[in-house]
T-cell receptor, first 110, second 111 residues
Framework: QKEVEQDPGPLSVPEGAIVSLNCTYS??????FMWYRQYSRKGPELLMY????GNKEDGRFTAQVDKSSKYISLFIRDSQPSDSATYLC??????????FGTGTRLTIIP | DTAVSQTPKYLVTQMGNDKSIKCEQN?????MYWYKQDSKKFLKIMFS???????INETVPNRFSPKSPDKAHLNLHINSLELGDSAVYFC??????????FGPGTRLLVL
């Protein structure tokens, strides 16, 4: 079993819909949680970063962490075709080693 | 200006060959990384260097040898390439534990 599980999708939603992306993890020592976005044939870029449990909002993006359930989410409001990409969750215990989920491929249909 | 750059972008080679991938960052970061992304998009850390010193060395075959001549450069040399080495290799750099900046990737295909 992988340390971080993520539904690979693909996930297709109509433009304007709310998108929910999720990851579960098994290592209770994880403290820092990130979401990366990766466009086709590009490197991943950091979207959101959260520490411990709670919510964080940045424009149309909201990241949620529930450490008691070992579950993290990324919500995208008013989704746009430009949001079509692979979304990777990542986490670490407070050192340099990031553990990634497998990524969810998202397509926003105009 | 590109923050993290890698060369080459594409690499097609025969089994058994030796190849190198170069990475440079102009962000002034102290820590650099090599990741491997397989065909299913799973991204896994291979190595990390902090100020030219190896700090992370995951379970990677000895055929893979990173070299950091200075803190702005981290190169990856691969000996005796195998079919299973085909993947996209990403270099990344960071100054804090939170934000890692990734390069554009090097697509390696071993025939």
């Amino acid at each position: 079993q992988k340390e971080v599980e993520q539904d690979p999708g693909p996930l297709s939603v109509p433009e304007g819909a709310i998108v929910s992306l999720n990851c579960t993890y098994s290592n209770s020592a994880f403290q820092y949680f990130m979401w990366y976005r990766q466009y086709s044939r590009k490197g991943p870029e950091l979207l959101m970063y959260t520490y411990s449990s709670g919510n964080k909002e940045d424009g149309r993006f909201t990241a949620q962490v529930d450490k008691s359930s070992k579950y993290i989410s990324l919500f995208i409001r008013d989704s746009q075709p430009s949001d079509s990409a692979t979304y990777l969750c990542a986490m670490n215990v407070g050192n340099e080693k990031l553990t990634f989920g497998t990524g969810t491929r998202l397509t926003i249909i105009p | 200006d590109t923050a993290v750059s890698q060369t080459p972008k594409y690499l097609v080679t025969q089994m058994g060959n030796d190849k190198s991938i170069k990475c440079e960052q102009n962000l002034g970061h102290d820590t650099m990384y090599w990741y491997k992304q397989d065909s299913k998009k799973f991204l896994k850390i291979m190595f990390s260097y902090n100020n030219k010193e190896l700090i992370i060395n995951e379970t990677v075959p000895n055929r893979f040898s990173p070299k950091s001549p200075d803190k702005a450069h981290l190169n990856l040399h691969i000996n005796s390439l195998e079919l299973g080495d085909s993947a996209v290799y990403f270099c990344a750099s960071s100054q804090s534990l939170r934000t890692q900046y990734f390069g554009p990737g090097t697509r390696l295909l071993v025939l």
